[in-house]
């Protein structure tokens, strides 16, 4: 039963690592597409800004997926989904 558990355990943190890792690699290349767009020569002065607002706040969303997985993990360590599927 101990196997199990430590199995279920280690799928669901690579399950969690897997997801926000993925997140974080979109995020990034969004990022970077937004940042290219910046780089189109006679761009208008607005264009280039809101490109680099877009470019930036692709950034933002991936300090609370981090906060998140944090919080998974601990909850997966201390067992709380183990007790959820017991009821």
Known sequence: MTVSMNFQKRRLRRQ???SVTLFVLFQTACAAVFA???LIPDLP????????ALSGGCGLPVIPALVVLKERLKEIEGGEFDAAAEY
Not at 45 to 52: G, H, M, N, S
């Open 45 to 52: 002065r607005p264009v280039f800004w809101l490109f680099a």
């Open 36 to 38: 290219a767009l910046c």
């Open 16 to 18: 969690a690592l897997l």
